[in-house]
C-alpha cells in the first residue's frame, strides 16, 4: 500500500513509519524538519504544513490510506482540528477515502476519577482532539479514531487489545499502537468507529 503518514518524527510516527516499510508498504512523510527519519529507499520525505490542504492534496494524490499520529502540548491549541480539517479537505479533492488517526482514551465517557482528574490537565489537548475526531468522522471517508491510553517506550509485541465500547485500561507502547494501526488499515477494519487500543 502506499500509505501517507502525518507526524512521523513524533514518537509513535518514528514507530509506525519504520514497521509500515518493514512491512513492504510505500511510505510518504510531511515533516516539518528534514533529517529526522533515517533515509529509506520506500519513505518520500517531504517538507510542509499539514495544516495547508493544497499542499496536502498534491502530496497525497495516489495514495491508499492517511495516517495521523500528529499530537500537541498541554497549552492551548487547534493544531489538531486544523489539521483534521485540511487532512479531509485534501482527501475529498483527491478521492484517498482511508484515513486512521489516534486520539486519547481521555475522551471515553466512563474513564473513573482519576481519569477525570488527568483530563483536566489535558482539557486544552483534549478539546482539540475532540474537534479532530469530529472533522475526521466524515461521512465520505472511511475513518477510524484510535484512542491509547497512557504510551510508553519499548519494543513491538504485536498483542493488544480492542475495546470498543469501553476505555482500554492501563498502557501500550508506541511500537505497539502503531502494529495495531497497520493492523486495522491491512486487514479493512472499524470503518466508521471510535475504538480503544492497550495491551
Request: net charge positive; glycine share 10%; proline share 4%.
Amino acid at each position: 500500500m502506499r500509505m501517507l503518514i502525518l507526524g512521523a518524527t513524533g514518537g509513535t510516527g518514528v514507530q509506525l513509519t519504520a514497521q509500515a516499510l518493514a512491512r513492504g508498504h510505500r511510505v510518504t512523510v510531511l515533516v516539518r524538519t528534514a533529517g529526522k527519519l533515517p533515509a529509506h529507499a520506500r519513505c518520500h520525505e517531504v517538507l510542509g504544513d499539514p495544516r495547508d490542504a493544497a499542499q496536502l492534496a498534491a502530496i497525497m494524490a495516489g495514495h491508499d490510506a492517511v495516517l495521523s499520529t500528529l499530537g500537541t502540548a498541554r497549552e492551548p491549541t487547534t493544531l489538531l482540528g486544523d489539521c483534521a480539517r485540511s487532512t479531509v479537505d485534501a482527501m475529498l479533492r483527491t478521492g484517498v477515502r482511508r484515513i486512521v488517526l489516534v486520539s486519547s482514551a481521555l475522551l471515553f465517557r466512563d474513564i473513573g476519577l482519576i481519569g477525570r482528574v488527568v483530563r483536566l490537565f489535558f482539557r486544552h489537548n483534549l478539546a482539540d482532539s475532540l474537534v479532530m475526531e469530529g472533522e475526521a468522522a466524515h461521512g465520505a471517508l472511511d475513518w477510524t479514531v484510535v484512542r491509547p491510553p497512557r504510551l510508553l517506550d519499548g519494543a513491538a509485541t504485536g498483542i493488544y487489545r480492542i475495546s470498543q465500547k469501553a476505555p482500554p485500561a492501563g498502557s501500550i507502547t508506541r511500537a505497539d499502537l502503531a502494529t495495531s494501526i497497520l493492523d486495522i488499515v491491512e486487514r479493512s477494519q472499524h470503518f466508521g468507529e471510535v475504538i480503544g487500543v492497550s495491551r
